[in-house]
């Protein structure tokens, strides 16, 4: 194969290689809208059910064991919280090219994804709590979560 002929245009690598890539609805067939919502469940029910888990813990008399750590896992917490939070702003309302490229990329829904970010914040709160028996990390991961289902919400017509 020598070199292309003197008037075309060949494409760059990155723009042939996104043109070849298989959309994710066809990737994803099992995920369907009946799917999702089972899922949207499940992440929100295993949220509930660990955070439950360690209030039983604290309330039938156990100590918290990393009191010495909250300040380190409030930085990792703001770190969680800003990246967390801006994919979820650039996903759903910035769009930016690196959205579009994930976007591109993802074998997920973007609902699915927008979910999985709301619970990361929840489930840092859940082992922030489990450290130093604050539970406003959760309750705040938990708010986040619960908005997060409906900023991105479950669409249809896939």
């Known amino acids: 194969m020598g070199s292309p002929p003197s008037g075309s245009r060949t494409q760059p690598e990155h723009v042939t290689q996104a043109q070849n890539m298989t959309p994710p609805a066809t990737t994803n067939a099992w995920l369907t809208a ?7 469940a499940v992440l929100l029910g295993l949220t509930l059910f660990f955070a439950l888990a360690v209030w039983v813990l604290y309330s039938i008399g156990f100590d918290a064991r990393g009191p010495h750590l909250a300040g380190k896992l409030r ?3 703001a770190m969680t919280w800003i990246y967390a939070l801006v994919q979820m702003l650039d996903h759903r309302f910035w769009n ?7 976007r591109a990329a993802l074998s997920i829904p973007e ?3 927008g979910w999985l970010l709301g619970q990361m914040l929840a489930w840092f709160g859940i082992v922030y709590y489990a450290l130093t028996a604050d539970a406003r990390w959760y309750a705040a991961g938990l708010a986040i979560l619960i908005v997060s289902f409906a900023a991105f919400p479950i669409r249809r017509d896939h």
């Not at 009946?34 to 949207?40: C, F, H, M, S």
């Not at 930016?96 to 994930?102: C, L």
């Open 34 to 40: 009946e799917r999702l919502v089972q899922i949207r």
């Open 75 to 77: 930085a990792v917490g």
């Open 96 to 102: 930016s090219r690196f959205a579009r490229r994930r």
């Open 111 to 113: 609902s699915l994804f």
